[in-house]
């Protein structure tokens, strides 16, 4: 019932920067909050950033004064922007959203939701 759409992803090399986007559809009721995840292979899955309805923001700390989220509840998006990138944050990237979704007048969730990932390649 919902579908996470991301972009943005690519190869920069290293300093440079990105700015992945990522756009949540379907019949939604609510997000509570939406943000990004990393996962390189053989590891577990990283909160990269995160904001929530209220406008709190969470970050990974090794990104935090590098990396910015910023959400459009109007438009159902999160975006998060990506400064001074570094070669180890080479990995596929997923958006993700806390979502309640309405089918037959019914309320689902708040469930979490996941887009199909995206790879962020740092190199020279």
């Known amino acids: 019932q919902v579908q996470l759409v991301e972009s943005g992803g690519g190869l920069v090399q290293p300093g440079g920067s990105l700015r992945l986007s990522c756009a949540a559809s379907?019949?939604?009721?609510?997000?509570?909050?939406m943000g990004w995840y990393r996962q390189a292979p053989g590891k577990e899955r990283e909160l990269v950033a995160t904001?929530?309805?209220?406008?709190?923001?969470n970050y990974v700390g090794s990104v935090k004064g590098r990396f910015t989220i910023t959400r459009d509840t109007a438009k159902n998006t999160v975006c998060v922007q990506m400064n001074s990138l570094k070669p180890e944050e080479t990995t596929i990237y997923y958006c993700?959203?806390?979502?309640?979704?309405?089918?037959?007048?019914?309320?689902?969730?708040?469930?979490?939701?996941w887009g199909p990932g995206t790879q962020v390649t740092v190199s020279s």
């Open positions: 993700n959203a806390e979502v309640t979704t309405r089918w037959d007048s019914t309320d689902f969730g708040p469930y979490r939701s």
């Open positions: 379907g019949n939604i009721v609510s997000i509570t909050s």
């Open positions: 904001r929530i309805s209220g406008g709190t923001t």
